[in-house]
């Protein structure tokens, strides 16, 4: 009830200033009052045991400020993140738009985040209580040819911390970021934190696997040459997807046209296709997390059709709150039981 009061009142006010206050209500002592019992529907991927296959996706809580009152809602785990190397402003405001009748948003925040040294101390000071992956990005000052620098230096620096690590090669709002998909650029990319991986797994005996976000708008030809480079680079997953640039068919309403990447319903079928195309490249035991336009537990469900593992939601949470976490582990439980009785 009162997270449903919170939340009417949050979509009232202009999108970016109700995510500021969302993070910092979650980020307060007394977040607690919307705390939900943890939801046991167990999962092993990369390793790891996931209380549930239900994930919040990077670029919510960018800095890690949040992590111990998200980590109270339910999800199975919590991306954090993008953070780069440096703390940057991002793109100028207004850069993040509600399309309710399309149940969408557009944003074109450009990496906006404190910093790499401000996430590893906000950890370090509370370890959240949750599967943490942490999602890695470049300044964008950094040209492409340098990008391996910044990624590497981030995998250094949270490696210790996370479950995973998420490389994000896929958001449109840096620019160029996405050439760091073609071919040799992500060949070099992956090489050099497979051996940076490798030689912490060395000197500390904690291996962190490290997942590639892939982003919904290359063709299916293009799509399939970054699956099987991920794969033959012996990176352990994939994220399918970030946002789309692609605008069509949306329903009218204001702030359609904003530049940036469109997340949400329209996002849905896209990255379902891009999901059922990296499965059939990389074969059905490669680890794959879905994501891109839950809004139901059958948006998650068709995911899990389409041959992701496990999934993560942004939009869907904004829109709907807790309550679609809670559905979609629902949704999953039954789907379980249904398969193990056939
Ligand atoms: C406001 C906003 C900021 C985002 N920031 C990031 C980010 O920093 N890093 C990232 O990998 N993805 C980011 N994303 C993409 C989401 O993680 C997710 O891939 C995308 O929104 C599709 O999922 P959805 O339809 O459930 O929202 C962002 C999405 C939104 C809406």
Do not use: W
Not at 38 to 51: A, D, R, T, W
Not at 54 to 60: M, Q, R, T
């Amino acid at each position: 009830m009162l997270e449903l009061i919170s939340r009417k009142i949050l979509q009232k006010i202009p999108a970016e200033m109700a995510h500021d206050l969302s993070i910092k209500m979650l980020a307060s002592p007394a977040s607690f009052v919307v705390s939900s019992k943890q939801i046991i529907n167990p999962i092993k991927l990369l390793g790891i045991n996931f209380p549930n296959p239900v994930g919040l996706a990077a670029g919510f809580d960018k800095n890690a400020d949040a992590t111990k009152g998200l980590s109270s809602l339910g999800f199975g785990f919590i991306e954090v993140g993008t953070v780069t190397p440096k703390p940057q402003a991002g793109n100028p405001k207004p850069r993040l738009f509600r399309l309710k009748e399309n149940q969408a948003i557009i944003n074109r925040m450009g990496f906006n985040n404190k910093g790499v040294k401000h996430l590893v101390s906000q950890l370090e000071k509370a370890k959240p209580n949750c599967i943490l992956g942490i999602n890695i990005g470049k300044n964008k000052i950094t040209p492409n040819e340098k990008a391996v620098d910044d990624y590497i230096y981030c995998f250094k620096k949270v490696a210790h911390l996370a479950d995973y690590v998420t490389i994000n090669i896929s958001s449109p709002n840096t620019v160029d970021l996405r050439q760091l998909q073609e071919d040799e650029n992500l060949v070099h990319l992956l090489k050099s934190l497979k051996e940076t991986q490798k030689s912490l797994h060395e000197t500390t005996n904690k291996y962190t696997p490290i997942v590639v976000k892939i982003a919904p708008d290359q063709d299916n030809e293009t799509t399939k040459k970054i699956a099987k480079n991920i794969k033959n680079s012996g990176i352990d997953g994939i994220i399918c997807t970030n946002t789309t640039i692609e605008k069509n068919n949306l329903k009218k309403e204001c702030h359609q046209d904003e530049t940036g990447g469109l997340s949400g319903k329209p996002l849905l079928s896209r990255s379902n296709e891009i999901i059922k195309t990296v499965r059939k490249v990389v074969g059905s035991k490669f680890p794959i997390i879905g994501v891109g336009g839950i809004l139901t537990d059958e948006d998650a469900m068709s995911k899990i059709h389409a041959g992701a593992d496990l999934v993560q939601i942004y939009t869907g949470f904004i829109y709907q709150g807790t309550q679609l976490i809670k559905d979609i582990n629902n949704k999953l439980i039954v789907h379980k039981k249904e398969e193990n009785n056939t």
